[in-house]
């Protein structure tokens, strides 16, 4: 009652557009107390809706008072199951924020402060990082089948046909089929052998572009030419042709630069499931759409050509990729079917595997030698006394190249072109314990 009448009071007081919304439509005809009724009735609508207000109120401070002592009790208190130590964490983001720019330097700086083996949480995931080679070591090995499979990812996914391809696909029967594809038939030391005439060819290509650049006086991008040369030796390899001229060209380098952007881009929706919404505006989801359609279009008119020409009178030697794929479809077991999905997604895997971390690791040699020019000098004196005045490297003389083999090993420990490894443990209940961490604990 007492609020009833607080309320009437308010209602006299309140906003002209509150009343009208609030009040029963009042007709010329109605009396006196029909009227009053029906103000009587707008009162206690007002009150209920006030009531649920304070009830809400005092819920979302009940649910904020529980959710701070969670948090605070999670990040103070630490845990009671003997999990690494874990830098303090965000509501909902969790350690996320702490990754910044580069992942990987944060996460070094990280692990100076926490040790080897941290737990972060990013958003709802929560991952251990694991920077020592002994405990890496230990998680690669000993651990192998509970950390086997990788973390799911909504680009990868749609990008790579829902898994159909080696490097994600779930651990299993599946995987060891296209592994073993991929091992035996499409990386042999035999295969790798038949494709040599094509690395020459591309070698001899870029250095003549080089000669080319060097005559005139604009500056030569070696990063584009390491890029070019690693994406036209793997075209050839898997289609038998390569696609950097012209328009096409240029389109299908396009193409390639977004499908590699993608795969690495930061997707909110692999950390916080809840907020994958976000991608419906910022564009993401649509680039990811645009890119998989025009991939698939692409390799659809290149198994189709594959498929007119016919790959059974081609030599073993001069097999691409392709032929070699459309082979194993066609003797394909029953329970596990290589189907055109799988053949283009295998494809994919080679240039996404392949390409950026070749030239990657191609761009930071070049670029560590011409930082040390006697290191520089001294590589370029064992390569003429092993090729004398041939103009090219064969690749026998590889073998005795071991002054520029140290270069590149040196170079890729400094600078690796694969920054982290991502693993998800498979069995999501079990325990697992890594004992380097206790070693390093004592
Ligand atoms: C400097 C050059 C390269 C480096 C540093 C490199 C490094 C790596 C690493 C570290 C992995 C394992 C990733 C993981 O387990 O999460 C991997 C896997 C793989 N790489 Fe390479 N790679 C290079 C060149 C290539 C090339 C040229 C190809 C083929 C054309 C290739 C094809 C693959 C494939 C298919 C996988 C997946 C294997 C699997 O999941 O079992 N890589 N590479």
Redesign the pocket.
């Known amino acids: 009652m007492l609020v009833v009448k607080t309320k009437q009071k308010n209602t006299d007081r309140s906003h002209p557009s509150l009343q009208a919304k609030n009040s029963p439509r009042i007709k010329g005809h109605h009396t006196r107390s029909s009227i009053d009724q029906s103000l009587r009735k707008a009162n206690l609508q007002m009150v209920d809706t006030t009531n649920l207000f304070s009830f809400f109120s005092l819920l979302s401070c009940i649910l904020f008072t529980i959710f701070l002592i969670k948090w605070v009790f999670n990040n103070v208190t630490g845990n009671h199951k003997n999990l690494p130590p874990s830098p303090l964490k965000l509501p909902v983001l969790g350690n996320l924020l702490q990754l910044g720019l580069y992942p990987h330097r944060s996460l070094q700086t990280l692990a100076q402060r926490h040790g080897s083996l941290m737990l972060l949480h990013l958003g709802s995931a929560p991952t251990l990082v694991v920077s020592s080679a002994d405990a890496a070591r230990e998680i690669m090995t000993t651990h192998y089948l509970i950390f086997s499979n990788?973390p799911d990812s909504e680009n990868a996914r749609k990008l790579l046909y829902n898994y159909r391809d080696?490097?994600?696909s779930p651990y299993g029967e599946y995987?060891r089929k296209m592994?073993s594809i991929?091992v035996l038939q499409?990386?042999s030391a035999k295969r790798v052998q038949s494709f040599r005439f094509i690395r020459e060819e591309e070698t001899f290509s870029l250095v003549k572009k080089v000669e080319e650049g060097c005559a005139g006086s604009s500056p030569i991008d070696l990063g584009q030419l390491f890029a070019s040369l690693?994406t036209d030796i793997?075209c050839r390899?898997a289609f038998g042709r390569k696609y950097s001229e012209g328009g096409s060209g240029k389109k299908f380098k396009e193409l390639l630069e977004e499908f590699g952007a993608l795969l690495g881009v930061f997707n909110i929706a692999d950390f916080v499931p809840w907020l994958a919404w976000i991608n419906n505006f910022n564009n993401l989801n649509a680039r990811v759409e645009k890119v998989f359609k025009e991939f698939d279009k692409f390799l659809e008119e290149i198994l189709d050509d594959h498929m007119k020409r016919g790959g059974e009178d081609t030599k073993e030697a001069e097999k691409d990729f392709v032929n070699v794929l459309l082979e194993n479809s066609k003797n394909g077991s029953e329970d596990v079917s290589i189907g055109r999905d799988s053949i283009k997604t295998?494809i994919l895997?080679?240039?996404a595997?392949?390409?950026d971390?070749?030239y990657?690791?191609?761009e930071w040699t070049m670029t560590e030698l011409l930082g040390h020019q006697e290191v520089m000098k001294t590589a370029q004196e064992e390569i003429r006394s092993i090729c004398g005045n041939r103009p090219t490297v064969r690749e026998e003389d590889l073998e005795k190249i071991l002054y520029l083999k140290a270069i590149i090993k040196e170079s890729?420990r400094l600078h690796?072109?694969?920054h982290c490894?991502?693993?998800e443990n498979q069995e999501r209940t079990s325990e697992c314990r890594v004992t380097t961490f206790w070693r390093e604990q004592e």
Request: proline content about 3%.
């Open positions: 990788r080696l490097s994600l995987w592994r991929c499409l990386l690693t793997i390899a295998l895997d080679m240039f595997a392949g390409s971390t070749t990657t690791a191609l890729m690796l072109p694969f490894y991502f693993r």
